[in-house]
C-alpha cells in the first residue's frame, strides 16, 4: 500500500496569515492526489485534485502543487472559515490511501 | 443537487451484523463508482472498499483488514449503495461515509454523505 505522510500533524496560525502544509508518498503517483478540508461533526469536503486543480466553488486562496512523491496545499490569507483539519489522498492505486491529517487552528 | 444520504448505522454487539445504505440523488449513480470511508472517533480516514458501475461488472476491492467480513453491493434501480457489515469487532466502531469517485479527468471523491455512526460494543 502506498503510504501517505503530512507534515506538520498540527499548526497554529492568525486569520491573514500564509500557511503551508505538505503531503509525502511512499512511492511516486504523479499527479494523482487530492486534498480534503473537513470541520469537526461534518464529512470531508473537495478542495484540490489532481494535485493542483481547484474544485469549483473553492475560493482561489487555496492552492496545491507538486507531483511524484511530494505535495503541498497552500492558504495564501487564512480565514475564520479555514481552521479545519485537511487531508490528503492518493488515487494512484488501491488502497486509496490518505495522509493522518493536519489540524489547522487559531493561535 | 448532487446529494449522498447515508442510513443505517446504529449499536450492534460483537460479532454483530448490520447493513448501511447509502441513497444517491442529483447524478447518474448507475455509471459511478462508488466507495465507502470511515472514520474512528478523533481519527483520521481510512478507506473501506469500492464497488464499480455495470460497465466494470460491478467490480468490488476492500482493504485488507476488512476484506471477508464487508460486502459492498448496489442498486442501480433505488439509486443506492450498501455495506454490509458482518462479524463485527470494537474497533470498526466509527463514522461511515460513502463518496462517490469521479475519473475524468483525474480522480476525486466527491460527494460525500453525511455519515452514520456504527457503535460496536456489549
Not at chain 2, 463518496?99 to 453525511?114: A, C, Y
Amino acid at each position: 500500500d502506498i503510504q501517505m505522510t503530512q507534515s506538520p500533524s498540527s499548526v497554529s496560525a492568525s486569520v491573514g496569515d500564509r500557511v503551508t502544509i505538505t503531503c509525502r508518498a511512499s512511492q511516486g503517483i504523479t499527479s494523482w492526489l487530492a486534498w480534503y478540508q473537513q470541520k469537526p461533526g461534518k464529512a470531508p469536503k473537495l478542495l484540490i485534485y489532481g494535485a493542483s486543480t481547484l474544485q469549483s466553488g473553492v475560493p482561489s486562496r487555496f492552492s496545491g502543487s507538486g507531483y511524484g512523491t511530494d505535495f503541498t496545499l497552500t492558504i495564501s490569507s487564512l480565514q475564520p472559515e479555514d481552521f479545519a483539519t485537511y487531508y490528503c489522498q492518493q488515487a494512484d492505486s488501491f488502497p486509496f490511501t490518505f495522509g493522518q491529517g493536519t489540524k489547522l487552528e487559531i493561535k | 443537487e448532487v446529494q449522498l444520504v447515508e442510513s443505517g448505522g446504529g449499536l450492534v454487539q460483537p460479532g454483530g451484523s448490520l447493513k448501511l445504505s447509502c441513497v444517491a440523488s442529483g447524478f447518474t449513480f448507475s455509471g459511478s463508482a462508488m466507495h465507502w470511508v470511515r472514520q474512528a472517533s478523533g481519527k483520521g480516514l481510512e478507506w473501506v472498499g469500492r464497488i464499480g458501475s455495470e460497465a466494470n461488472s460491478y467490480a468490488t476491492a476492500y482493504a485488507a483488514s476488512m476484506k471477508g467480513r464487508f460486502t459492498i453491493s448496489r442498486d442501480d434501480s433505488k439509486n443506492t449503495a450498501y455495506l454490509q457489515l458482518n462479524s463485527l469487532k470494537t474497533e470498526d466502531t466509527a463514522v461511515y461515509y460513502c463518496t462517490r469517485l469521479l475519473n475524468i479527468p483525474i480522480s476525486r471523491f466527491d460527494p460525500w454523505g453525511q455519515g452514520t455512526l456504527v457503535t460496536v460494543s456489549s
